[in-house]
């Protein structure tokens, strides 16, 4: 199977892309590197199933060339961390909208089945706990700029659906629960690097909030065996996916346990959210995935845990600082 990743520079592209390189299919990679890193993918150039453009996607020539000679998309680019969506809402919906818009196009054009990466935020403010697929949908007011990521991927949800519904095309949705490990990178206000960076170099670890709302955290390497499972199951096609893990933590338990693990002396700071990003910022206080939708499908459940996740951040990010 040839597939073509858009965002595949990026912290989950990358490792995808050599997930599907191992099992033998050909990648092609589109990325602007606005958000991903050349790096990630260094050690693929050369490879002879392996080609990266370096390109947006309201680049027309060049999504089109390569939609043509895949058989499958995987779009993972988009607009990502707290604080460029609060600064940037304009660029988000863009980037998001656009870029979805235009990808869905090609794809059309080409008859390539795609996988699209929505988020948890899509469920919102929602307290019906774990969060179901087919389950109502609860976002916050226009003004709140806090939810302009949500309302984006929904959009993205409901064009992908449409084209399904529409033209055929065989597509899948797939919600992404906070997916974290090696190459992940803080600077988009990720909360599980950001704290292993700060233990590793004795830095206070900053908790947003009182630290007691909860998280759960899925290691990339079984997010892309999920996205791997998904690509060519023709039965998938028009469904939407939970892909996560659904073991909670709250903040201030992660916050404890990366200290612990980086055999750190890293003191623990408590930060109103008023102050991290702006008054009147809505944060959710849980965030669980139902995820019985997807193992049904292809047999999908996680299998890190959270110690063995937060050591394999840590040694990847103690290479990078010495």
Known sequence: MHVLITGGAGFIGSHLADALLNRGDSVSVLDNLSTGSAENIRSFLGHPRFSFTQAALDDGSALDGLASRADAIVHLAAAVGVHLILERPTQTIETNVLGTHALLA??????????????????????????????DL?????????WVYAATKLLDEFLALAAHQEFGLPLTIMRLFNVVGPRQTGRFGMVLPRFVRQALQGRPLTVYGDG???????????????IAGLLGRTTASGQIYNIGSNHEVTIRELAELTVDRADSRSPIHYLPYDQAYAAGFEELRR???????????????????LPEILDDMIDFERDRLT
């Open 287 to 305: 965030r669980v995935p139902e995820i019985s939708k997807i193992a049904d499908e292809i047999g999908w459940t996680p299998t890190h845990l």
């Open 212 to 226: 007691m709302q909860t998280r759960c955290f899925c290691h990339v390497g079984d997010v892309v065996q999920a």
């Open 138 to 146: 609860i976002l916050g007011p226009p003004d709140r700029t806090r």
């Open 106 to 135: 090609a794809a059309r054009r080409h008859g390539c089945q795609t996988l699209i990466a929505s988020t948890s935020e899509v469920y919102g403010k929602s307290e019906a706990l774990p969060f179901s697929e087919n389950d």
